[in-house]
C-alpha cells in the first residue's frame, strides 16, 4: 500500500526567508500524482501545487516551488520569501490508483509552519 | 470554481445518536471522498464513492456508513455515535486530479 510520510512536525520560518517542507513516499505504481495542501485556521483546504510523476521538471507556481526526486521517492515543497499568510498547516498528498477507474488520495501528517515577523 | 459545501460547521451530539453529515458539490465531479483528520494523524479516508450508488471503503470506515443517492451529495452516516468519532470531518470532490474540499465539520460526541 502506498504511504505518505512528512517528518516535520512544525517549522519555523522568518519573513520573507526560505523554508523547505519534507516529503516522501513509497508506491511501486510508475505514473501518479502529487500535490500539496495548504490548510490555514479557516480550515479549508487549499491546493498549492502539483506534479504529475511522468514530468521531469519540477512544478512551480510563483513563490512556491517543489523538489520531485522520482527515484527517490521524495517531493519537498519550497517556500520563498515567506510571508504571515503562508502560516498555515501543509500536508502532501499522494493520488494512487484505486482500482475499477477510481483513485484514493493519500495524506501525510502534515507540517505546521510558523512565520515569525 | 468548485463549490463543495458542507453542512454544518460545527456539530454537538451525544453518545449512541445517529448522526449525518452532508456534502454537496456544484461541478458534476464523479469522485467524492470523506475524511477524518486527527491532530498527529492527518487525513485519514474514511469512504469514497466514483458514481451514483457505488461506494468503496477507505483506511477507517469501522463506524461509518455512506450514501450517494444523487451525484452530487455524498452522505456520511455514523450509525451510533461514540466519543472516539469526535474529530474534523473533510469532504472533497474530484474529476481525477486534484481535490476540492469543503470546509469541514468539527463533531464533537458527548
Known amino acids: 500500500a502506498q504511504t505518505v510520510t512528512q517528518s516535520q512536525p512544525e517549522m519555523s520560518v522568518q519573513e520573507a526567508e526560505t523554508v523547505t517542507l519534507s516529503c516522501t513516499y513509497d508506491?511501486?505504481?510508475?505514473?501518479?500524482?502529487l500535490f500539496w495542501y495548504k490548510q490555514p485556521p479557516s480550515r479549508q483546504m487549499i491546493l498549492v501545487i502539483r506534479q504529475e510523476a511522468y514530468k521531469q521538471q519540477n512544478a512551480t507556481e510563483n513563490r512556491f516551488s517543489v523538489n520531485f526526486q522520482k527515484a527517490a521517492k521524495s517531493f519537498s515543497l519550497k517556500i520563498s520569501d515567506s510571508q504571515l499568510g503562508d502560516a498555515a498547516m501543509y500536508f502532501c498528498?499522494?493520488?494512487?490508483?484505486?482500482?475499477?477507474?477510481?483513485?484514493?488520495?493519500?495524506f501525510g501528517t502534515g507540517t505546521r509552519l510558523k512565520v515569525l515577523a | 470554481d468548485v463549490k463543495v459545501t458542507q453542512s454544518s460547521r460545527y456539530l454537538v451530539k451525544r453518545t449512541g445518536e445517529k448522526v449525518f453529515l452532508e456534502c454537496v458539490q456544484d461541478m458534476d465531479h464523479e469522485n467524492m471522498f470523506w475524511y477524518r483528520q486527527d491532530p498527529g494523524l492527518g487525513l485519514r479516508l474514511i469512504y469514497f464513492?466514483?458514481?451514483?450508488?457505488?461506494?468503496e471503503k477507505g483506511d477507517i470506515p469501522e463506524g461509518y456508513s455512506v450514501s450517494r443517492e444523487k451525484k452530487e451529495r455524498f452522505s456520511l452516516i455514523l450509525e451510533s455515535a461514540s466519543t472516539n468519532q469526535t474529530s474534523m470531518y473533510l469532504c472533497?470532490?474530484?474529476?481525477?486530479?486534484?481535490?476540492?474540499f469543503g470546509n469541514g465539520t468539527r463533531l464533537t460526541v458527548t
Open positions: 498528498a499522494y493520488r494512487s490508483y484505486g482500482g475499477s477507474g477510481t483513485y484514493k488520495y493519500i
Open positions: 508506491t511501486s505504481e510508475s505514473d501518479y500524482y
Open positions: 472533497a470532490s474530484s474529476l481525477g486530479k486534484p481535490l476540492h
Open positions: 464513492s466514483y458514481d451514483v450508488k457505488m461506494k
